[in-house]
């Protein structure tokens, strides 16, 4: 019998995971041919011997991309925060922090007005629908005026999907609605961002193939990347199955037999999942507001 209550994290939270989420880290670095989109690399980059940005890593997980643009930006700071300390504890750059922090509760411990970047990424299965727009405000707060900020997250369905894949997603999408968290956020982002007070807000998103692709010399890359992509969405979903296939009414070793069978089913349909990047920036000035 499924209980919402004895399930805070629909994930594993085991070393196959964290070696997921780094492998996820490089593919979409590869996806959106970067690690980041907001223009802030003249910030990051400062000038020889001048103070770059402070930049926060938000749900860092084992610290990958912070490190690697501690490495790249030698003149910022970067800082990530994370309510698990999987993060690097000693080896690690010198302009490079962790902190264990868990977001969702209150406060973070910046002033007001200290940061110049903040980058958040997948962390839609890890906040309740209610914490985005005071997560969002409480950015706002520490971002220095004109700071950016970057929110990256998935689709929780895949597209192009058939009927073992579109019960699953149906299952999945409904269970985290019952948690109280929103499988739809990652579309929502930049309305989210518009509609409490940041500016020049765009966004775009990335399909990843699930496995399948022409393997031409001209295209063997992109099949080569949809074979990892589709290897890291089932390490995924073997995530997910101690708590989902409760959901679904199934043993683990049936639940593991089904998803067994997606792969087929990916190629058959030429299935993807979407990535969305949103990115926008506090103003420079605050709102006037006009006495009539």
Not at 32 to 44: E, I, M, N, R, Y
Not at 112 to 119: A, N
Not at 168 to 196: E, F, K, S
Request: proline share 7%; hydrophobic share 35%.
């Amino acid at each position: 019998m499924y209980n919402a209550k004895q399930w805070p994290c629909v994930l594993v939270q085991d070393p196959i995971e964290q070696d997921r989420l780094v492998s996820q880290h490089y593919l979409l670095r590869t996806a959106f041919q970067g690690d980041f989109h907001a223009p802030v690399h003249a910030g990051l980059k400062a000038k020889e011997g001048g103070d770059g940005f402070v930049a926060l890593d938000i749900g860092c997980g084992r610290g990958h991309w912070t490190m690697e643009m501690a490495t790249t930006y030698p003149q910022s700071t970067f800082i990530g925060l994370d309510h698990q300390s999987t993060f690097p504890k000693d080896i690690k750059p010198r302009n490079c922090h962790f902190f264990q922090v868990d977001v969702r509760l209150g406060p973070l411990p910046f002033p007001d007005e200290s940061v110049d970047f903040i980058y958040q990424r997948d962390m839609t299965l890890s906040l309740h629908q209610d914490d985005w727009i005071p997560l969002i405000l409480e950015y706002q707060r520490i971002l220095k005026p004109g700071g950016w900020i970057e929110l990256v997250e998935p689709d929780v369905e895949t597209k192009s999907s058939m009927e073992k894949e579109y019960l699953l997603n149906d299952h999945l999408i409904r269970a985290l609605t019952a948690r109280g968290q929103d499988p739809y956020v990652a579309r929502r982002l930049p309305i989210l961002l518009a509609n409490h007070g940041y500016r020049r807000v765009e966004s775009h998103f990335q399909s990843l193939l699930l496995g399948w692709g022409q393997e031409d010399n001209k295209r063997d890359r992109h099949a080569r990347r949809g074979q990892a992509m589709a290897s890291q969405y089932m390490f995924y979903l073997r995530s997910l199955g101690p708590w989902l296939r409760l959901v679904m009414g199934m043993s683990l070793a049936k639940y593991v037999e089904y998803v067994n069978q997606l792969p087929d089913e990916w190629h058959q349909a030429q299935t993807y999942i979407n990535w969305h990047c949103a990115t926008a920036q506090k103003p420079l000035h605050p709102p006037t507001h006009h006495v009539h």
